[in-house]
């Protein structure tokens, strides 16, 4: 699984900044079936978590009734040059993870 994170290329600090956040996700219903008609199991990303300098700023409980590759959009206080960490995980147990450093000016 792929993952994006964009913002501003300029921020500075005290900056409320607009994150966009697009997983690579095939989210499966479990209710479409494959081309010898059996049901295509259920997929779906369980959860999202966004953590900015050791807070989280962003966590959601995601269902079948999200598109495939979910796009996300947030808003962050810039106040540290820090990681940015997104993980979350499907109904595969697959787990996945983002790590994107964020840097302010001062």
């Not at 962003?58 to 040059?81: C, D, H, K, W």
Request: proline share 4%; net charge neutral.
């Amino acid at each position: 699984m792929n993952a994006r994170l964009i913002w501003p290329k300029t921020i500075s600090k005290g900056d409320v900044v607009k994150v966009r956040l697009l997983i690579q996700h095939p989210m499966e219903t479990g209710y479409l079936q494959d081309m010898t008609g059996h049901l295509i199991p259920r997929n779906v990303i369980q959860w999202v978590s966004c953590v900015y300098d050791g807070q989280e700023v962003l966590r959601a409980q995601t269902s079948s009734g999200i598109a495939a590759n979910p796009f996300f959009e947030f808003y962050v206080r810039a106040t540290v040059t820090a990681l940015m960490v997104v993980a979350w995980r499907d109904d595969d147990g697959q787990l996945g993870e983002l790590r994107q450093l964020m840097t302010v000016q001062s």
